[in-house]
């Protein structure tokens, strides 16, 4: 049953982007966006969405997106899958990278006209290639990588006084900080050579990055 509908979810994919290029429709618009836990990054793109520019533009926090299907909340082809472990050394990132993948396809691909900021995703080496591939399946165009970054000391007061989320792998704000010079640095080291490279400031106020990152994606799209 699985298998089937996963086929059928594929098949859909396939169709949409044959559509899109046959009746001439614009192909989705990725903007990557990364950063070390506490770096704002993921309310610097809900913030972009709440001032609406480029208008119609969605984030996509992809462990949020998991998690919401894991627990039932949101309707997926992948949802069995996620909850494999394809990587059972690594306390984050563990599930396989055909359903991640295709959760953030499904996300896209449910309202492909505009842009759509990816938070958080690819977050390893080996999420690289499959992203990659998934971009040219779906003929999406990744305008750029825009990193947030910030000090590590102001990362570890906000991390020490911001809440533990409900599900959080790991907890400790120098265990995080590590993951992510180990994993998530050299990963968006790699994106960078790819696509054009951004930094933003985390210590500047929300609003400020927010209409910089809709300035950077009127650079790339005009």
């Known amino acids: 049953m699985v298998r089937d509908e996963l086929y059928y979810n594929l098949l859909m994919l396939a169709c949409a982007q044959k559509l899109y ?31 609406n520019f480029p ?30 472990r394809e990587h059972p050394d690594r306390k984050t990132g563990a599930a396989p990278s055909e359903a991640m993948t295709g959760i953030m396809e499904e996300f896209i691909l449910a309202r492909p006209g505009g842009l759509t900021i990816v938070d958080g995703f690819p977050r390893y080496m080996d999420r690289v290639k499959p992203f990659q591939e998934s971009m040219q399946r779906i003929g999406a165009e990744v305008l750029a990588l825009v990193t947030v970054e910030v000090p ?41 050579v790819d696509y054009e490279h951004h930094e933003l400031d985390g210590t500047l106020p929300i609003d400020f990055n927010a209409d910089y990152l809709g300035r950077i994606y009127t650079y790339h799209r005009f």
């Open 21 to 51: 290029i046959f009746c001439g429709m614009a192909n989705p618009e990725i903007i990557l966006l990364g950063g070390a836990p506490g770096s704002g990054k993921s309310t610097i793109g809900k913030r972009v969405v709440k001032k």
């Open 55 to 84: 208008e119609g533009v969605r984030h996509l926090a992809i462990g949020d997106l998991k998690r919401d299907i894991v627990a039932g909340k949101v309707p997926s082809a992948y949802a069995e899958m996620l909850q494999q």
């Open 152 to 192: 590590e000391v102001v990362l570890i007061e906000r991390l020490t006084d911001r809440p533990t989320r409900p599900g959080q792998k790991i907890q400790d704000p120098l265990e995080r900080l590590a993951d992510h010079r180990d994993n998530i640095v050299p990963t968006l080291e790699a994106l960078a």
